[in-house]
Every structure is written in C-alpha cells, then in structure tokens.
T-cell receptor, first 115, second 114 residues
Framework: SAVISQKPSRDICQRGTSLTIQCQVDSQVTMMFWYRQQPGQSLTLIAT?????????ESGFVIDKFPISRPNLTFSTLTVSNMSPEDSSIYLC????????????FGSGTRLTVV | GEDVEQSLFLSVREGDSSVINCTYT??????LYWYKQEPGAGLQLLTYIFSNMDMKQDQRLTVLLNKKDKHLSLRIADTQTGDSAIYFCAESRDLTGTASKLTFGTGTRLQVTL
C-alpha cells in the first residue's frame, strides 16, 4: 500500500497564527484528501485535492480558512489560517492505495493545539 | 446525506471474540472499510469489502455485510490486549478507477480486559 509521510506530528500554536501541514506520498496519486478529527470525534472531510486544479471543499469548510496546495502528484499541503482554539484537532491526509487496491492510506496525523 | 453509525464502546475479555457493528444509510456505497486507531496514532486500514460481497475473512478478522439491512460487522477472533483501540467503519462510493471520499462512522472504542 501507499506510504504517506506527514509533518509536523504535533504543534502548539498561538491564536491568530497559521500552520502549514505537509504530506508526501511515496507514489503518484491523482487525488488526496484532508480530514479533521476533533477531540473524541470521528473524521470529517475538509477537502479533496486534485493535482492541477482547485481543491474541492466540503460544506462548512472554506478556502480562506483552509488553503490547500497540490503542486505535484506526490505532495500536498493544508494550511490552517488565523487559528482559534476551536481549530484544535488532529488533521490527517489520505490517498488511495496503489492500483487494484481500493483501500486508502492515511498519514500519521498532525495534532494541533491552539492556545 | 450519508450517515454511518456505530456503538460507542465495547468491552471484551482477552481470548474472546469481539463483534463491532456499523449501520449506514447510503445505498450507493460501493466499498466499506474498517480502520483501527490506536492512541496518538493515525488510522490503520484493517480490511475492506466490496458491496457485492457478503463476507470476507482475513486471519483473525471476519467482515460480514448485509446490504439489504445496510449493516456491517467486524469480528475479531481471539481478541488480544493489542487489539484495544478505536475502530471506525467507513464507506465510499468509488467508481472504477476513481477515488472518492470516505464517510466515517462515529467510532467504537474496544477495551480488552485480562
């Protein structure tokens, strides 16, 4: 299956600042996905990132707050902008596994605490 | 919209079987997944099943799918303390060659006691 390196693994940030999370996949993938997992909750999709086009955001998430870059087929970033304590969550990226395998691999997650 | 529900908590004794249940509402789901999340860790894919199957077995894991009732279960045989984690079911509407988002259940915390 695909392997995703995600960093940072955790960070503590001041409110009003921004944090950029990076994910590197060990194979080329057309689509990557960014999820948020609030404390004690399930995962919610933030957006789908296609290489060469604008990301597609889910209801409740906007580009100004969560800008995404997808410069090539192995890399993506998610920025959490103008942070508030409500943004404290685990953020995870995901990509489909290799051809013929319908699983999805996840990065190890970024645990963000906003103070 | 899609809705995926799970019971919140399950406690079993080491060596017993665990059965974690999941119900979903989207009849167009094509793949259903089970993920494991240990404390402080990301998500580990355990197994998945295509919607035209009713059972899949992989070592200690057995997945049962009742498509009519939109009910999915994960059975873990001979449960060990290392199986203690949160288990998420998820569904997707993958089309051939096209990935799609996963919709996750609420998660079931499995506690294994000695």
């Amino acid at each position: 299956s695909a392997v995703i390196s995600q960093k940072p693994s955790r960070d503590i940030c001041q409110r009003g600042t921004s944090l950029t999370i990076q994910c590197q996949v060990d194979s080329q993938v057309t689509m990557m996905f960014w999820y948020r997992q609030q404390p004690g909750q399930s995962l919610t999709l933030i957006a789908t990132a296609n290489q060469g086009s604008e990301a597609t955001y889910e209801s409740g998430f906007v580009i100004d707050k969560f800008p995404i870059s997808r410069p090539n087929l192995t890399f993506s970033t998610l920025t959490v902008s103008n942070m508030s304590p409500e943004d404290s969550s685990i953020y995870l990226c995901s990509a489909p596994d290799r051809l013929g395998n319908y699983g999805y691999t996840f990065g190890s997650g970024t645990r963000l605490t906003v103070v | 919209g899609e809705d995926v529900e799970q019971s919140l908590f399950l406690s079993v004794r080491e060596g017993d079987s665990s059965v974690i249940n999941c119900t979903y509402t989207d009849s167009s789901s094509t793949y259903l997944y089970w993920y494991k999340q240990e404390p402080g860790a990301g998500l580990q894919l355990l197994t998945y099943i295509f919607s035209n199957m009713d059972m899949k077995q992989d070592q200690r894991l057995t997945v049962l799918l009742n498509k009519k009732d939109k009910h999915l279960s994960l059975r873990i045989a001979d449960t060990q303390t290392g199986d203690s984690a949160i288990y998420f079911c998820a569904e997707s509407r993958d089309l051939t060659g096209t990935a799609s988002k996963l919709t996750f259940g609420t998660g079931t915390r499995l506690q294994v006691t000695l």
